[in-house]
């Protein structure tokens, strides 16, 4: 019993650290067609050159797992950018006083925020068909993103949010 209390614990907690993802397409094309991509010509994340540097690797290793191969004459395009943006934190210290006589009693409480903001990033995949210069998919990944971290961390980070933003490609119809 103690096990299941602990596994439940810990599985709350990793999934609050999870990279979210929602994904759109076009219903009427088919995924097969593609097998060739590259990047968007105009390509500008929002990133430092490094982090560019870090996106760009995570995407063409999963981009080559699931098949693909880079090309001067691609069928899509991917094209990848970036917003960032900060939440509070959600840790308070609670504050109350109260006090009472006979049959009445009065209260008040407050929570003051400790710790400071947490920092996100919201990173959006296009792809583009070349030929048709048409956004058939598209992924939008939410993930805490932690601006002072190593650049092993960095990696790992970027790793999880393009294996999170290419799960469902390509779509099942």
């Known amino acids: ?3 299941f209390k602990y596994s439940l614990l810990l599985i709350l907690i990793t999934a609050c650290n999870a990279p979210r993802a929602v994904y759109d397409y076009d219903k009427e ?3 097969t067609q593609y097998s060739t991509y590259a990047l968007f010509p105009d390509l500008r994340t929002g990133l430092s050159q490094l982090d560019d540097a870090r996106l760009i690797e995570s995407l063409d290793n999963k981009m080559k797992e699931k098949g693909f191969s880079i090309s001067e ?16 934190n959600r840790s308070r210290l609670g504050i109350g006083v109260g006090g009472g006589g006979g049959n009445v009693g009065v209260g008040v409480s407050g929570g003051v925020p400790i710790g400071q903001m947490d920092t996100f990033i919201k990173l959006t995949f296009d792809f583009i ?10 992924a939008i990944v939410e993930s805490p993103f932690n601006m002072n971290a190593s650049p092993e961390k ?6 999880k ?6 799960e469902n490609y390509p779509p099942n119809k």
């Open 1 to 3: 019993m103690r096990l």
């Open 29 to 31: 094309v088919d995924f």
């Open 73 to 88: 004459e691609p069928g899509i395009y991917v094209n990848m950018y970036t917003e960032k943006f900060e939440q509070d």
């Open 129 to 138: 068909d070349v030929k048709r210069d048409d956004l058939v998919w598209q």
């Open 154 to 159: 960095r990696q790992q980070q970027f790793d």
């Open 161 to 166: 949010i393009v294996e999170k933003a290419l």
